[in-house]
């Protein structure tokens, strides 16, 4: 399959924990982003790299989120001292360079924090 | 802020009935608009998307949407449903502005249930 991948798919940690997910991208798509999406919402945006440099963040990346695309390929998204208000879906989704192609969506990775 | 508005959370269908879910959005600039699919255990895929030029889009699987500038708005067409259309629906907006990466704005979703 060469779509994006994202690990884990669950994650279940109590409150207070560190958690952090993996984003592989597809492997010529210099362009990711993370999305959150909470039950009953579409996903929001978090942030955006182009290659290993993070251009964007929305204001919903709080201080306890940080993420990183260190050699341009995989991404991680980690988020410190989780709360059960973190608990949501963890979308990663890529895309080429040119501005006419979507973004490719991976399967998530589903947080519940306890 | 920008933001997409789906203005129906769940639709009922029988199959072979026609489909039109509303999508509109609120920026006056230029957008990219997409409709994305999410069929029960799978992850989003795109139906279709409109750049530029004619502004009837046609999609996968049978799939439509006009966008009407004026209206600032996107709706989704399908002249007739099948059950295995059944899956929430998601309409989203790229806008163009100094600063953004191309990031989606996603509305809230329409979910989509096909009776047999």
């Known amino acids: 399959d060469t779509g994006v991948s994202q690990d884990p798919r669950h994650k279940i940690t109590k409150r207070g924990q560190n958690v952090t997910f993996r984003c592989d991208p597809i492997?010529?798509?210099?362009?990711l982003y993370w999305y959150r999406q909470t039950l009953g919402q579409g996903p929001e945006f978090l942030t955006y790299?182009?290659?290993?440099?993070?251009?964007?963040k929305s204001r919903l990346l709080s201080d306890r989120f940080s993420a990183e695309r260190p050699k341009g390929s995989f991404s991680t998204l980690e988020i410190q001292r989780t709360e059960q208000g973190d608990s949501a879906m963890y979308l990663c989704a890529s895309r080429p360079g040119q501005a006419t192609n979507e973004q490719f969506f991976g399967p998530g990775t589903r947080l519940t924090v306890l | 802020a920008q933001s997409v508005s789906q203005h129906n959370h769940h639709v009922i269908l029988s199959e072979a009935a026609s489909l039109e879910l509303g999508c509109n959005y609120s920026y006056g600039g230029t957008v990219n608009l997409f409709w994305y699919v999410q069929y029960p255990g799978q992850h989003l895929q795109l139906l279709l998307k409109?750049?530029?030029?004619?502004?009837l889009v046609k999609g996968i699987k049978g799939f439509e949407a006009e966008f009407i500038k004026s209206k600032f708005s996107f709706n989704l067409r399908k002249p007739s449903v099948q059950w295995s259309d059944t899956a929430e629906y998601f309409c989203?907006?790229?806008?163009?502005?100094?600063?953004?990466?191309?990031?989606?704005?996603f509305g809230k979703g329409t979910k989509l249930s096909v009776k047999p």
């Open positions: 790299f182009q290659n290993e440099a993070q251009l964007e």
């Open positions: 409109y750049f530029s030029g004619d502004p």
């Open positions: 989203a907006v790229n806008v163009h502005y100094g600063g953004s990466q191309g990031n989606l704005i």
């Open positions: 492997s010529e798509h210099n362009r």
